[in-house]
């Protein structure tokens, strides 16, 4: 098992959470993983990605290869795009399609999404839209990775176990909140792939 | 085997605590921090007694973790590349006075400047040290390099660096921890003149160091970080330093490079694992993060003998970190061609944060500074830097801590006027004392801004050294009173914020201007941990 996933949005979004959710999870699977963050000056309010690397055997590079990423998981579509020179042929582009504006160059959103969905490959979700259904628009993010959960390979339980570990000390009203998010990220694929 | 998910900064903090370390010493910066903030976070340090504390700037905390080393205690001292050059003079000098209990300089550099000023390669200064270098290939490595780094630097009683890079630092993987061992106990050097570099001791000292040197090379030779890889392809050589190790091993598919391989964890250079790599291959390739030192070395001046590959002839790039793709490249492998970046992506720089102070500082002072003409602000290192960018452009520098003010003072003293610094509250105490004391002595025409947040706002929120000492401080120096004056940067005071800073630009002599207002970010994570303490009182 290999899962090469580069893990996208803007400073502050909430990506570190994501790659620790996974982390957890590919841990408790009994996976090497490898994991590459971006810290310092871009967390504040610009680019960040993370490569985030998960395998059965011993993984050598901390950075993906260009053209071999499984995956990109974003929580803003523009910055889902950014990485395509990553992505495999084969890979999946999985986005919020909820712009994040904070720059003056911001192109015409609907073109974004455009070219999102002119990927062969793809899952584009509102998730804030969903999240703020659930009670708040903060656990995006968790909608996001169950968007992206089918293409895993990772246990779904563990990732929920992953979720209990990590938000477990905040409370269990942000617990739930997280699953629940999670979930509804997971149904919105499965019904997306049967249409 | 317990096996944890660590950054490489983590990685070689539990290994200090692992391995009894006393004291950790260093001022923040990227990427840097995360070492001295995982053991300052640690419940295990708090219990050992472990010191671990922020420091004024680079040079102090080398010096206390010097001076704990005196003591006969494990210490640590931890900086970004350019801290380095800030801490050099304790750094060369503590290779002369050697050290009593074991002591590590970490030194992280940033190659690609992902937050930095410029890409500088520690491995030169460790060279120019005369000391050994560790330079880990992954976090397994950087963890076990401080148990040994410790070993190595109590063997021979001299300080050991172990530099790492951005990617090695902020990057996560499964690390297995040792056995913990017990910290030293109090000792002084048996040569109570072992510190004292008098010309006279320190000459004896320099040939000890020198006559150390071939030790170092002996253990460089049998490190079993050091390793002579076999392959069958004699056509080409490789050597592979640190991280770019992994970026090899990336481009084969059973981790096996056909050619053979020597992998360099531990300087001095192993001169002869090289020279038995060089006899065997027809050229050399030579893979480094950084700046081209083995491949420099390997060539010589006159390049004369086989060819060698690597950054100087254009087979890697001079500028920038390594990634597989440029490893495959100068391999020779053809790459497939992938999906561009599409053109509608456009570039999404940091900014400053919505609601931060230096918004409304910066607002005054362009609207104050208008009728002077642009170009006369000289700004420092911090998050205020980024007031260079739109829709600010408010400063026209930024070099190294603490030169906003020095440099205003030179362009004062050149009939510059007005002449503005613009300095963090945490860059201040770390290097901006000195210079207003300059300024002051020489009654220079200068206008200082020490922007007052509350934090070391950059790294992610450290405490600052300068907090609730600044008026102090610039009295002390000799700054009038009447002249340090403090103002509320909030868009409601930005009149009279305006007016104020006019009139201390119009003031012929040291002004000091004080926009204090906490950083956003630490507000809000301040009122996030009230919010919940209260939530759980109520409960």
Same mark, same amino acid.
């Given at each position: 098992?290999?899962?090469?996933?580069?893990?996208?949005?803007?400073?502050?979004?909430?990506?570190?959470?994501?790659?620790? $959710?996974?982390?957890?999870?590919?841990?408790?699977?009994?996976?090497?993983?490898?994991?590459?963050?971006?810290?310092?000056?871009?967390?504040?309010?610009?680019?960040?990605?993370?490569?985030?690397?998960?395998?059965?055997?011993?993984?050598?590079?901390?950075?993906?290869?260009?053209?071999?990423?499984?995956?990109?998981?974003?929580?803003?579509?523009?910055?889902?795009?950014?990485?395509?020179?990553?992505?495999?042929?084969?890979?999946?582009?999985?986005?919020?399609?909820?712009?994040?504006?904070?720059?003056?160059?911001?192109?015409?959103?609907?073109?974004?999404?455009?070219?999102?969905?002119?990927?062969?490959?793809?899952?584009?979700?509102?998730?804030?839209?969903?999240?703020?259904?659930?009670?708040?628009?903060?656990?995006?993010?968790?909608?996001?990775?169950?968007?992206?959960?089918?293409?895993?390979?990772?246990?779904?339980?563990?990732?929920?176990?992953?979720?209990?570990?990590?938000?477990?000390?905040?409370?269990?009203?942000?617990?739930?909140?997280?699953?629940?998010?999670?979930?509804?990220?997971?149904?919105?694929?499965?019904?997306?792939?049967?249409? | 085997?317990?096996?944890?998910?660590?950054?490489?900064?983590?990685?070689?903090?539990?290994?200090?605590?692992?391995?009894?370390?006393?004291?950790?010493?260093?001022?923040?910066?990227?990427?840097?921090?995360?070492?001295?903030?995982?053991?300052?976070?640690?419940?295990?340090?708090?219990?050992?007694? $472990?010191?671990?504390?922020?420091?004024?700037?680079?040079?102090?905390?080398?010096?206390?973790?010097?001076?704990?080393?005196?003591?006969?205690?494990?210490? +640590?001292?931890?900086?970004?590349?350019?801290?380095?050059?800030?801490?050099?003079?304790?750094?060369?000098?503590?290779?002369? /006075?050697?050290?009593?209990?074991?002591?590590?300089?970490?030194?992280?550099?940033?190659?690609? +400047?992902?937050?930095?000023?410029?890409?500088?390669?520690?491995?030169?200064?460790?060279?120019?040290?005369?000391?050994?270098?560790?330079? =880990?290939?992954?976090?397994?490595?950087?963890?076990?390099?401080?148990?040994?780094?410790?070993?190595?630097?109590?063997?021979?009683?001299?300080?050991?660096?172990?530099?790492? /890079?951005?990617?090695?630092?902020?990057?996560?993987?499964?690390?297995?921890?040792?056995?913990?061992?017990?910290?030293?106990?109090?000792?002084? =050097?048996?040569?109570?003149?072992?510190?004292?570099?008098?010309?006279?001791?320190?000459?004896?000292?320099?040939?000890?160091?020198?006559?150390?040197?071939?030790?170092?090379?002996?253990?460089?030779?049998?490190?079993?970080?050091?390793?002579?890889?076999?392959?069958?392809?004699?056509?080409?050589?490789?050597?592979?330093?640190?991280?770019?190790?992994?970026?090899?091993?990336?481009?084969?598919?059973?981790?096996?490079?056909?050619?053979?391989?020597?992998?360099?964890?531990?300087?001095?250079?192993?001169?002869?694992?090289?020279?038995?790599?060089?006899?065997?291959?027809?050229?050399?390739?030579?893979?480094?993060?950084?700046?081209?030192?083995?491949?420099? +070395?390997?060539?010589?001046?006159?390049?004369?003998?086989?060819?060698?590959?690597?950054?100087?002839?254009?087979?890697?790039?001079?500028?920038?970190?390594?990634?597989?793709?440029?490893?495959?490249?100068?391999?020779?492998?053809?790459?497939?061609?992938? /999906?561009?970046?599409?053109?509608?992506?456009?570039?999404?720089?940091?900014?400053?944060?919505?609601?931060?102070?230096?918004?409304?500082?910066?607002?005054?002072?362009?609207?104050?500074?208008?009728?002077?003409?642009?170009?006369?602000?000289?700004?420092?290192?911090?998050?205020?830097?980024?007031?260079?960018?739109?829709?600010?452009?408010?400063?026209?520098?930024?070099?190294? +801590?603490?030169?906003?003010?020095?440099?205003?003072?030179?362009?004062?003293?050149?009939?510059?006027?007005?002449?503005?610094?613009?300095?963090?509250?945490?860059?201040?105490?770390?290097?901006?004392?000195?210079?207003?004391?300059?300024?002051?002595?020489?009654?220079?025409?200068?206008?200082?801004?020490?922007?007052?947040?509350?934090?070391?706002?950059?790294?992610?929120?450290?405490?600052?050294?300068?907090?609730?000492?600044?008026?102090?401080?610039?009295?002390?120096?000799?700054?009038?009173?009447?002249?340090?004056?403090?103002?509320?940067?909030?868009?409601?005071?930005?009149?009279?914020?305006?007016?104020?800073?006019?009139?201390?630009?119009?003031?012929?002599?040291?002004?000091?201007?004080?926009?204090?207002?906490?950083?956003?970010?630490?507000?809000?994570?301040?009122?996030?941990?009230?919010?919940?303490?209260?939530?759980?009182?109520?409960?």
């Amino acid at each position: 098992m290999k899962k090469d996933i580069i893990l996208a949005g803007v400073g502050g979004q909430g990506i570190l959470s994501i790659a620790a $959710i996974i982390g957890h999870a590919a841990v408790g699977s009994g996976l090497y993983l490898k994991q590459a963050e971006v810290h310092g000056m871009s967390q504040r309010g610009g680019d960040v990605q993370s490569h985030l690397r998960l395998s059965s055997g011993e993984i050598a590079s901390d950075l993906i290869p260009q053209g071999k990423a499984d995956m990109i998981i974003s929580v803003e579509p523009m910055e889902s795009l950014r990485y395509l020179p990553w992505l495999g042929p084969e890979g999946w582009l999985i986005t919020s399609t909820k712009p994040f504006i904070n720059i003056p160059a911001y192109p015409d959103p609907e073109k974004v999404l455009e070219r999102v969905r002119a990927l062969p490959h793809h899952v584009a979700l509102d998730a804030e839209t969903i999240a703020s259904g659930l009670g708040s628009a903060k656990a995006a993010n968790m909608v996001v990775l169950g968007a992206a959960s089918p293409f895993l390979e990772i246990a779904y339980e563990e990732l929920e176990q992953a979720i209990r570990q990590v938000f477990g000390r905040k409370g269990e009203d942000l617990v739930k909140l997280n699953l629940d998010a999670l979930g509804a990220g997971r149904d919105f694929t499965r019904e997306h792939l049967n249409q | 085997m317990q096996k944890n998910l660590f950054l490489g900064d983590e990685a070689i903090a539990q290994a200090g605590i692992d391995a009894g370390m006393s004291g950790i010493y260093a001022y923040p910066g990227t990427p840097s921090t995360e070492i001295t903030e995982y053991v300052i976070a640690s419940r295990e340090a708090r219990e050992k007694g $472990i010191v671990a504390t922020w420091c004024a700037n680079e040079k102090t905390a080398a010096e206390a973790a010097l001076g704990m080393s005196y003591a006969g205690k494990r210490a +640590m001292t931890c900086m970004k590349h350019v801290g380095l050059n800030v801490a050099a003079d304790p750094f060369i000098n503590s290779a002369l /006075t050697g050290a009593n209990g074991g002591l590590i300089f970490v030194v992280a550099d940033d190659p690609s +400047m992902h937050s930095s000023q410029n890409e500088q390669d520690s491995r030169f200064f460790g060279k120019f040290a005369m000391i050994p270098i560790l330079e =880990p290939s992954n976090q397994q490595e950087a963890y076990d390099m401080v148990h040994d780094g410790f070993e190595l630097s109590e063997k021979y009683r001299v300080p050991v660096m172990l530099r790492i /890079t951005t990617r090695l630092a902020h990057s996560r993987a499964n690390v297995a921890r040792k056995a913990s061992r017990p910290q030293n106990q109090f000792k002084l =050097p048996e040569d109570l003149r072992q510190f004292v570099l008098l010309p006279a001791i320190a000459r004896k000292k320099y040939q000890k160091h020198i006559a150390l040197q071939q030790h170092f090379l002996q253990e460089s030779e049998q490190s079993a970080y050091n390793r002579y890889m076999e392959g069958d392809d004699l056509s080409l050589g490789i050597i592979a330093c640190g991280l770019a190790y992994n970026y090899l091993l990336e481009n084969y598919p059973g981790r096996k490079a056909p050619h053979p391989v020597v992998k360099i964890s531990q300087y001095p250079v192993p001169s002869g694992l090289v020279e038995r790599l060089y006899e065997q291959c027809d050229a050399i390739l030579v893979l480094e993060e950084g700046y081209p030192l083995v491949e420099e +070395m390997l060539k010589g001046l006159l390049n004369k003998g086989k060819e060698v590959r690597g950054r100087l002839d254009g087979t890697l790039p001079m500028a920038g970190e390594l990634n597989p793709n440029l490893v495959a490249a100068a391999l020779g492998f053809r790459q497939e061609p992938v /999906t561009p970046v599409p053109d509608l992506v456009a570039p999404r720089p940091p900014s400053l944060c919505k609601g931060c102070p230096h918004i409304d500082t910066y607002i005054g002072l362009n609207e104050a500074i208008e009728q002077f003409g642009k170009g006369r602000v000289f700004s420092d290192i911090g998050c205020y830097t980024l007031g260079a960018l739109p829709p600010y452009e408010s400063i026209n520098s930024c070099v190294d +801590m603490g030169a906003s003010i020095t440099m205003a003072k030179g362009a004062a003293d050149a009939g510059m006027h007005p002449s503005v610094a613009v300095i963090g509250d945490s860059t201040f105490t770390h290097s901006g004392i000195t210079g207003l004391l300059d300024a002051v002595n020489d009654k220079s025409n200068i206008t200082v801004f020490i922007l007052d947040n509350a934090t070391t706002g950059m790294t992610g929120g450290q405490p600052s050294a300068a907090l609730d000492h600044i008026e102090d401080l610039c009295r002390g120096v000799g700054v009038e009173e009447e002249h340090i004056r403090v103002i509320k940067p909030l868009r409601k005071q930005h009149e009279e914020n305006t007016r104020i800073i006019l009139e201390e630009l119009q003031y012929e002599g040291v002004s000091v201007i004080i926009p204090r207002r906490e950083c956003i970010q630490t507000l809000n994570k301040r009122m996030r941990a009230k919010f919940k303490a209260k939530a759980a009182e109520n409960k």
